[in-house]
């Protein structure tokens, strides 16, 4: 959830780990700035409009011109002050949990276009990222059958298949492994983004066990839903 234009934080509605809905607000930007600045504009319009009517009544082309141009302008300013004013609210684009934004310390504070306010994660589906040792890539394929232990519920097992193999190896945690995708279904909503756990995979030869981070789908941030 980015701020929509430049303007000053008013309230926050929302804290890390809130459950909200589609269309909720979770902030709001402060408005009286923007209130006083339209005042100002409306009463230039108003002076605008008069000298063009002026200049129409005496014949003089060139002045009606230039007041006709700068009611325009004004009147696009207007129309960009309006528009932030029907923003003020910043709601949510989905149903899901906030996993990020500590509005409340930045209550009263400036914000600016595109800042980075909060961040909402959906909960209907997760993505495992499951780390494969290299030695062991050679048996895993894409399809292969998960069985998933999370740290949070270690006595229940979630089964899921995987998705997509990221075919280059990055190195974490001072070893090379190839990063593993599996998808979990949340009917419950009680997965949560950034879970850990075990994730054993099917292999022809074997089965093999290594840790799972829980990771949101379709998406390059640990944190981020479906």
């Not at 002076?47 to 230039?66: H, N």
């Not at 932030?84 to 989905?94: A, D, G, K």
């Not at 419950?188 to 829980?214: C, D, E, I, T, V």
Request: charged letters at 25%.
């Amino acid at each position: 959830m980015a701020a929509p234009f430049d303007g000053t934080l008013e309230t926050s509605l929302v804290e890390p780990g809130d459950i909200v809905t589609q269309g909720q607000v979770l902030a709001r930007l402060d408005g009286r700035e923007m209130r006083l600045d339209l005042s100002a504009l409306e009463a230039e319009h108003g002076r605008a409009r008069k000298q063009w009517e002026a200049s129409l009544a005496l014949d003089d082309i060139y002045e009606s011109q230039q007041a006709r141009l700068e009611m325009q302008r004004l009147e696009l300013q207007i129309k960009i002050l309006r528009d932030h004013q029907r923003n003020l609210e910043i709601r949510s684009p989905q149903s899901g949990i906030v996993v990020s934004g500590e509005l409340r310390q930045s209550e009263g504070a400036p914000v600016t276009l595109g800042q980075n306010l909060c961040e909402v994660a959906p909960l209907s589906r997760m993505k495992a990222q499951i780390r494969i040792p290299e030695s062991e890539i050679a048996y895993i394929r894409e399809n292969a059958d998960v069985e998933i232990r999370l740290d949070a519920f270690p006595r229940e097992v979630l089964a899921a298949r995987l998705t997509r193999i990221v075919p280059r190896a990055e190195l974490r945690d001072e070893q090379f492994v190839f990063i593993a995708e599996a998808v979990l279904e949340n009917p419950a909503n009680k997965l949560r983004p950034g879970m850990n756990g075990q994730a054993s995979l099917l292999a022809p030869r074997q089965r093999l066990g290594w840790l799972l981070f829980h990771k949101p789908l379709e998406s390059l941030l640990m944190l981020l839903g479906w």
